[in-house]
């Protein structure tokens, strides 16, 4: 009985929240940009290189525009443009997380501060003068999105954003890596970003 009374009480609280929420989620891809002029301009600290990020996420917007959800993202540097091979040195790998943020605005425009925090690992292709390397890293990322709901069901967003992957739980004879770049990406919405 105490159980049934419990569960009536959460379903009593979740569901106007339910109810009124929005919240979408898609595909992603984005890239790191320090020659574009937002970067240049504003002088930030800056070791890009060359990362290309692809994904899927999704998240939750309360009826107070809070943002709450999860993603997963494959990193890739440049390939070979002739074998379309990773490089030597070349560095790949993958992330997962959680998703925070503020949603501003709903409509016209949705616009939104939006953070991306995750764990994944890193691999990094054997050069001329090292043998291959992977690290256990954690990814961080701040953006700033703006979206234009289109049909209701359908938002194309645009993002610039930081960017910072660091290894952790590296010894003293392990290899540190870090980098830390502007980026700029896109992602396809499906669903309604509308709050209630």
């Avoid at 993202?73 to 490089?87: N, R």
């Avoid at 616009?111 to 691999?123: N, P, R």
């Amino acid at each position: 009985m105490k159980k049934t009374i419990i569960f009536l009480l959460l379903l009593t609280i979740l569901i106007p929240g339910l109810l009124f929420a929005g919240g979408g989620g898609g595909m992603m891809w984005q890239r790191q940009a320090s020659e574009f002029p937002f970067a240049t301009d504003w002088d930030l600290p800056d070791t890009n290189l060359g990362l290309h990020m692809m994904g899927g996420y999704g998240y939750g917007i309360d009826p107070d525009g809070r943002i709450n959800g999860g993603f997963g993202y494959g990193i890739l540097s440049d390939e070979d443009e002739v074998t379309g091979e990773l490089i030597p040195g070349a560095i790949s790998g993958g992330f997962g997380g959680v998703v925070n943020g503020y949603q501003l605005m709903s409509r016209p425009l949705h616009i939104a501060f939006v953070s991306y925090a995750g764990l994944g690992g890193l691999y990094q292709a054997a050069t001329s003068e090292n043998d291959e390397k992977g690290w256990f890293a954690v990814s961080l990322e701040v953006d700033v999105e703006v979206g234009l709901p289109l049909f209701g069901w359908f938002v194309p967003v645009v993002y610039a954003g930081y960017q910072y992957i660091g290894s952790v739980f590296t010894d003293d004879n392990s290899e540190v890596f870090q980098t830390y770049s502007p980026v700029l990406g896109c992602r396809l919405t499906f669903g309604d970003l509308t709050r209630g």
